[in-house]
């Protein structure tokens, strides 16, 4: 009974918070030059009900473009309505539809995992409208951002364009990188899972988490039981904690492999150098771009953060202060692009070439026919055993005779953690030499820039089935200081294919490749050295992988009583991209 009570207590109350927001915005409405329908909704082919936003021009019966945001972020709805206004404004009708589960919708709610059908339904809904001339447009950032790329899997036919910022790639980005679960959107799935808007006491609620992370890194119980820690059942995470490998349950997500080939529609896409999900983004175009490579998919992207790419970049990042021209209007160039695609108009003029990105240092834009067209070559570098002051030698020069350096990571000692790997501050005036070992160039005789994703080849043996991998990349500038410049974090068992784990051989010399690392571009002054941190990835904030070949989620401190030996080879390499003028 009592339950009976809590239940028809929460429904009443939510019942009048929705009644008061759709009061509000019919007040409004009466008040407004806008025909706005904030109570519509769509029947999905599986039979769930969708939420949806509309706003048009009053007593405006001519057909339209539409411009449409498919989210699972339900905030104040006043706040989404202006973002339809300012559609309407531009000479569009705009939607809003919210996830499967969310603001009016009776369904449960289960991020990523129904968009790309959800999104085609509902396109397929709003191209048979009278409103609406049978084009539609997308846009948006981060889970907006995915649900563009999900409504690509299958291409609906009035699906024009679509302009995604900052775009997620469930399984590999978030909440996974590289096979490695990381930790932020554990709380993430609580704040916009916990009920139809979203829980911003859950969300904002940085204590609770810390206390559990830092209780599971203390007590080493197993990954997989973070829930228990935090003492309130986590559905969402144990869903995806089940999911090691990229499989079809994240490949059904977004356009996987062949399925880049169908997408024949122009893209404008925003990203940024310090945007933690970068590979997620960069992912979509280049399978685009290597798939479809007649599709004009376009890329700005610059020294951004995740949420200051959504605003036209930040002035100032992780205390770095950046280039002035970075700095851009990302509305306008996104409406410029619908009214280029959707109404014959002009091209943005920033669009020079497809991939049009601004060089730190140099406070310039440049531009390229594609990503792999960034740079005109390789600056080679072996990982080498000699030493180089406080530091060893990285030279471009491979080693006459194999030899290797010796690490031992014991995963039971909790006083001792590396994530030096994460780019705040940009800039340090120290990098840490106590775990893991850094190889530094000679100094640069010219000037030269940065330009792609750096890429290479571990060499290792070690007295385990796996482990996972940290790789940073920094310029030593001539004023010593180290500017961050890229990361990799990675699972050696999953380095050749990641919807298939293969571990290693204990002590046998094994071939580690990495490529998804952070593309950057930066001009290196005449003096600057380059310098790699290596080291095994050992911190509270991912799962900790053992090494036993179990499923890392599943492995605790008790599987920590022999530790890790490594043998790194000095035959191992990193292959940088350079630009020469």
Same mark, same amino acid.
């Given at each position: 009974?009592?339950?009976?009570?809590?239940?028809?207590?929460?429904?009443?109350?939510l019942?009048?918070?929705?009644?008061?927001?759709?009061?509000?915005?019919?007040?409004?409405?009466?008040?407004?030059?806008? *025909?706005?329908?904030?109570?519509?909704?769509?029947?999905?082919r599986? /039979?769930?009900?969708?939420?949806?936003?509309?706003v048009?021009?009053?007593?405006? @019966?001519?057909?339209?473009?539409?411009?449409?945001q498919?989210?699972?972020?339900?905030?104040?709805?006043?706040?989404?309505?202006?973002?339809?206004?300012?559609?309407?404004?531009?000479?569009?009708?705009?939607?809003?539809v919210?996830?499967?589960?969310?603001r009016?919708?009776? !369904?449960?709610?289960?991020?990523?995992?129904?968009?790309?059908?959800?999104?085609?339904?509902?396109i397929?809904?709003?191209?048979?409208?009278?409103?609406?001339?049978?084009?539609?447009?997308?846009?948006?950032?981060?889970?907006?951002?995915?649900?563009?790329?999900?409504?690509?899997?299958?291409?609906?036919?009035?699906?024009?364009?679509?302009v995604?910022?900052?775009?997620?790639?469930?399984?590999?980005?978030?909440?996974?990188?590289?096979?490695?679960?990381?930790?932020?959107?554990?709380?993430?799935?609580?704040?916009?899972?916990?009920?139809?808007?979203?829980?911003?006491?859950?969300?904002?609620?940085r204590?609770?988490?810390?206390?559990?992370? !830092?209780?599971?890194?203390?007590? /080493?119980?197993?990954?997989?039981?973070?829930?228990?820690?935090?003492?309130?059942?986590?559905?969402?995470?144990?869903?995806?904690?089940?999911?090691?490998?990229?499989?079809?349950?994240?490949?059904?997500?977004?356009?996987?492999?062949?399925?880049?080939?169908?997408?024949?529609?122009?893209?404008?896409?925003?990203?940024?150098?310090? *945007? !933690?999900?970068?590979?997620?983004?960069?992912?979509?175009?280049?399978?685009?771009?290597?798939? +479809?490579?007649?599709?004009?998919?376009?890329?700005?992207?610059?020294?951004?953060?995740?949420?200051?790419?959504?605003?036209?970049?930040?002035?100032?990042?992780?205390?770095?202060?950046?280039?002035?021209?970075?700095?851009? !209007?990302?509305?306008?160039?996104?409406?410029?692009?619908?009214?280029?695609?959707?109404?014959?108009?002009?091209?943005?003029?920033?669009?020079?070439? #497809?991939?049009?990105?601004?060089?730190?240092?140099? $406070?310039?834009?440049?531009?390229?026919? +594609?990503?792999?067209?960034?740079?005109?070559?390789?600056?080679?570098?072996?990982?080498?055993?000699?030493?180089?002051?406080?530091?060893?030698?990285?030279? +471009?020069? #491979?080693?006459?005779?194999r030899?290797?350096?010796?690490?031992?990571?014991?995963?039971?000692?909790?006083?001792?953690?590396?994530?030096?790997?994460?780019?705040?501050?940009?800039?340090?005036?120290?990098?840490?030499?106590t775990?893991?070992?850094?190889?530094?160039?000679?100094?640069?005789? @010219?000037?030269?820039?940065?330009?792609?994703?750096?890429?290479?080849?571990?060499?290792?043996?070690?007295?385990?089935?796996?482990?996972?991998?940290?790789?940073?990349?920094?310029?030593?500038?001539?004023?010593? @200081?180290?500017?961050?410049?890229?990361?990799?974090?990675?699972?050696?068992?999953?380095?050749?294919?990641?919807?298939k784990?293969?571990?290693?051989?204990?002590?046998?010399? @094994?071939?580690i490749?990495? +490529? *998804?690392?952070?593309?950057?571009?930066?001009?290196?002054?005449?003096?600057?050295?380059?310098?790699?941190?290596?080291?095994?990835?050992? $911190?509270?904030?991912?799962?900790?992988?053992?090494?036993?070949?179990?499923?890392?989620?599943?492995?605790?401190?008790?599987?920590?009583?022999?530790?890790?030996?490594?043998?790194?080879? $000095?035959?191992?390499?990193?292959?940088?991209?350079?630009?020469? $003028?």
């Open positions: 009974m009592k339950i009976l009570l809590n239940f028809i207590i929460l429904f009443v109350g019942f009048y918070c929705q009644a008061q927001q759709t009061r509000k915005v019919k007040t409004e409405d009466l008040k407004s030059t806008y *025909n706005i329908q904030d109570s519509v909704f769509v029947r999905t599986d /039979g769930a009900t969708l939420s949806l936003m509309v048009r021009n009053k007593g405006d @019966e001519t057909p339209k473009p539409v411009i449409l498919s989210t699972i972020y339900v905030r104040d709805t006043g706040r989404d309505i202006i973002s339809l206004k300012k559609s309407v404004d531009h000479g569009y009708v705009g939607v809003i919210y996830a499967r589960g969310k009016f919708s009776p !369904d449960e709610i289960f991020p990523y995992e129904n968009d790309a059908n959800d999104t085609y339904d509902v397929d809904w709003i191209s048979k409208q009278k409103w609406c001339n049978g084009s539609v447009g997308m846009y948006g950032g981060s889970y907006n951002g995915f649900t563009q790329w999900a409504a690509c899997k299958v291409l609906h036919p009035a699906l024009k364009t679509i995604p910022s900052v775009a997620a790639r469930p399984g590999q980005g978030l909440p996974v990188e590289n096979n490695i679960f990381v930790n932020p959107n554990y709380e993430w799935s609580f704040y916009v899972g916990n009920n139809k808007y979203l829980d911003t006491i859950a969300g904002n609620d204590k609770r988490f810390r206390k559990m992370q !830092d209780k599971w890194w203390e007590t /080493g119980v197993a990954y997989k039981k973070l829930d228990s820690i935090d003492g309130v059942p986590n559905k969402w995470f144990q869903r995806w904690v089940s999911h090691p490998s990229f499989d079809s349950y994240w490949q059904k997500m977004t356009p996987y492999k062949k399925d880049f080939a169908q997408i024949n529609i122009p893209v404008l896409a925003f990203d940024g150098y310090y *945007n !933690d999900g970068q590979s997620s983004g960069l992912y979509y175009i280049r399978e685009l771009q290597k798939y +479809s490579p007649q599709t004009p998919a376009y890329l700005i992207i610059g020294p951004y953060g995740h949420f200051g790419t959504q605003s036209g970049g930040e002035s100032v990042l992780y205390e770095y202060k950046v280039d002035p021209v970075a700095l851009f !209007d990302i509305n306008t160039i996104t409406y410029q692009w619908f009214d280029y695609i959707l109404k014959n108009g002009t091209k943005p003029e920033i669009l020079k070439d #497809k991939i049009n990105y601004e060089v730190m240092g140099a $406070n310039e834009w440049r531009s390229a026919p +594609s990503i792999d067209t960034m740079n005109n070559g390789f600056l080679t570098l072996y990982l080498t055993h000699d030493k180089s002051g406080k530091f060893y030698s990285m030279n +471009s020069g #491979k080693p006459s005779k030899s290797y350096l010796s690490q031992e990571v014991n995963f039971a000692d909790r006083t001792q953690t590396n994530n030096d790997y994460y780019p705040e501050p940009i800039i340090r005036k120290e990098i840490d030499t775990n893991g070992f850094n190889f530094i160039s000679e100094p640069l005789q @010219e000037s030269m820039i940065i330009n792609g994703s750096f890429l290479g080849e571990i060499k290792a043996s070690i007295n385990k089935l796996d482990m996972d991998i940290g790789v940073t990349l920094y310029e030593v500038m001539p004023n010593g @200081e180290y500017f961050h410049l890229s990361y990799f974090i990675g699972r050696a068992s999953y380095s050749t294919d990641i919807t784990r293969k571990l290693l051989k204990p002590n046998t010399i @094994e071939t490749p990495f +490529s *998804n690392t952070h593309l950057v571009s930066k001009r290196l002054s005449k003096g600057s050295r380059l310098l790699i941190y290596l080291n095994v990835n050992k $911190n509270p904030f991912s799962e900790l992988n053992y090494g036993t070949g179990k499923t890392v989620s599943e492995e605790t401190i008790q599987d920590a009583k022999e530790p890790l030996k490594v043998k790194w080879y $000095n035959d191992s390499f990193v292959k940088i991209p350079i630009l020469k $003028n």
